[in-house]
């Protein structure tokens, strides 16, 4: 267990498209593990490999508020999507800002699991955001060509603010 540094906007590894797992190695078992822990660490509700530089089909996201979590995602594919959101939306890689992005409200993802056994997961509202924006990573998209108007800056307390369910 470790954390991993995160690579921000204009690391070009955050720009590339990254490789399908074949199988899970105990180097894959690690990242997976590095990149859980250095989302907690950072209060994210999402990482991508890319975002710690690693261009592997590999994303994890923990909003929360819903079970299973940590959803850990290998080689995901968003099957069907519907709705429409618009909120605020920020990045690990893109420190300090958020700006408004529209994405579906819900979406239906299929990825394998560290046993590379096929699940399914669906979201709704932060998950559907959340599931969108690392699958993007995945294929070099920043969440930051979405935003309508202009980034804006946040402040982060010292202190997280996160709403525990336990
Ligand atoms: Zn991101």
Redesign the pocket.
Known sequence: MALRTIRTEGDPVLTKVCRPVAEITPRIRTLVEDMLDTMYDACGV?L?AP?VGILKRIAVVDVGTEEPEPVILINPEILESSGEQTGDEG???VPGKAGTVTRPNYVKVKAFDLDMKEMIYEGEGLKARAFC??IE?LDGK??TRLVEGELHDVSYEEEPEDTEGD
């Open positions: 999402g991508a975002q990045c690990l890689s924006h690392e990573h920043l969440y």
